[in-house]
């Protein structure tokens, strides 16, 4: 009868955290799906109307726009309307994006005819999934945090960080399928309309499966509905644990007064931080320039494309790493390993680069900064920043980090070409000079939350 009820729970802690991991999955899908549409896009939209490539890169990364928008917003929808509410919210917003990216012309304009209007349009529609993106980056992570058992949070948080690389994997496939086999002039005027239209499948998915999930006990308790809250924490956790734990979650609202900076400064500028390292180490140069770093060192295309494969396999297995170690180890060790695994991989680079070795060396000094990242500040940062904010000010204060997260994003990708040209070895000594930051950050700044539920971590503020 007991192992009955344990796995009764464990089913529905499954069910909650797989339906909210496909915000993490469309996350990867949106972001990803621009690679297979983008020179056409650039054909039917662009060139066709004499535009240069200040346009093109622009329109192919409007996106972003979006989801430093929907981080900075995230904070409001989720306090105010609770965090099952907001992510329904950005759910209509990806699918909303989806059906416009793929049929921009809807209502106002001639199918097929490309116009500045049109341009207009199709960006708006990318900036409206690019605010689904930050909305869901934010709050899916709070979510599974503020649902989870302390013994198995870290495992589960890590999973939004597995669903993002699947997701990014699912469109390339989807991207592929959709493009082999047809002529080049039928992709430009048709095919690409088919890679955003896509979206909505799994975006719909979503948000029908968001009406069968509950509320967060934090946010129920917040509202002063415990009853719900009590329910929701005794399928998860047992009846008497759960009593304790409502109590806990109780002690923390009725003592603070909910500004953000009640509980200090600290804990706030941990969050931005831990944020804007995960992005100045360069991690989404190597993702979203791969290719280009590899011809750059001296790979053929061809070789160069294979390469990215490799290291997206990568990627994937060394996730799951992070999940597998994340509550056993703790969250710290992983972040100072993963720091100093990323500081060899940058430094080694930047030496080739700078003595103009070409090689295999590349892309094995690069497989270790990314395995390195990926079992370590790739999940991990989600993990604490779903963890370490109080009770009172989590819908705020991940806000801020995100925000931040997407601007530092933004600021790294559109520096690097600039910074290439100025010198290779200066660029990734860089980022491993970053990268060596973060580890002596993680050592004095950042506390080990391991197995502790939110309410203890929120007394470490106190």
């Not at 306090?79 to 059906?99: M, T």
């Not at 409206?128 to 495992?155: C, K, N, Q, T």
């Not at 924490?233 to 734990?245: D, T, W």
């Not at 430094?347 to 070795?357: Q, S």
Request: charged share 10%; net charge positive.
């Amino acid at each position: 009868m007991l192992n009955n009820i344990k796995t009764e729970r464990w089913i529905y802690l499954s069910a909650i955290t797989f339906t909210a991991t496909l915000g993490g999955l469309l996350f990867g899908y949106d972001t990803a799906v621009i690679s297979g549409a983008e020179k056409s896009v650039q054909t039917f939209l662009i060139t066709s109307q004499g535009l240069g490539t200040l346009v093109h890169g622009l329109t192919i990364s409007s996106a972003l726009i979006g989801c430093i928008i929907g981080g900075a917003i995230s904070g409001f929808f989720a306090s105010r309307l609770g965090r099952k509410k907001a992510l329904i919210v950005a759910a209509v917003l990806f699918f909303v994006s989806a059906l416009g990216s793929g049929y921009p012309e809807f209502l106002f304009f001639e199918k097929g005819k490309a116009t500045m209007g049109l341009l207009y349009m199709f960006n708006f529609y990318r900036i409206i999934g690019g605010i689904g993106v930050g909305m869901a980056s934010a709050i899916v992570p709070m979510y599974i945090g503020e649902i989870s058992p302390a013994h198995l949070r870290g495992r589960l948080v890590s999973l939004n960080q597995f669903a993002i690389i699947f997701g990014m994997l699912v469109v390339y496939f989807v991207n592929w399928g959709i493009a082999t086999g047809k002529p080049l002039d039928w992709i430009d005027s048709i095919g690409w309309r088919y890679m955003f239209l896509s979206e909505a499948i799994p975006a719909g998915l979503f948000g029908l499966l968001l009406f069968f999930v509950p509320e967060s006990p934090r946010y129920l308790c917040l509202h002063g509905n415990d009853e719900h809250a009590l329910d929701v924490l005794s399928r998860i956790n047992g009846p008497s644990k759960a009593i304790e734990i409502l109590s806990e979650i109780k002690s923390t609202i009725v003592h603070h007064s909910g500004k953000l900076f009640s509980y200090g400064k600290i804990v706030i500028v941990i969050g931005i931080l831990l944020s804007v390292f995960q992005q100045f180490v360069g991690i989404n140069v190597a993702l979203y320039y791969a290719p280009r770093i590899f011809e750059s060192m001296g790979a053929a295309k061809d070789a160069s494309m294979l390469q990215t494969v490799v290291m997206g396999l990568v990627n994937v297995i060394f996730t799951v790493v992070a999940i597998v170690t994340v509550d056993k180890y703790g969250r710290k060790i992983l972040l100072l390993i993963g720091s100093v695994g990323m500081a060899i991989g940058m430094f080694a680079i930047a030496g080739l680069a700078w003595f103009e070795v070409i090689g295999m060396g590349t892309l094995v000094f690069i497989i270790i900064y990314t395995a390195s990242f990926m079992m370590s500040w790739g999940p991990i940062t989600w993990v604490l920043i779903s963890e370490i904010f109080p009770n009172k000010i989590r819908g705020q204060a991940v806000a801020i980090a995100v925000m931040a997260q997407w601007a530092a994003n933004y600021f790294i990708s559109s520096t690097y070409p600039v910074m290439m040209e100025f010198s290779g070895a200066f660029t990734y000594g860089f980022y491993g000079v970053m990268s060596l930051i973060s580890f002596f950050f993680v050592m004095k700044m950042v506390p080990e939350t391991k197995g502790k539920s939110l309410e203890e971590i929120e007394n470490i503020w106190k």
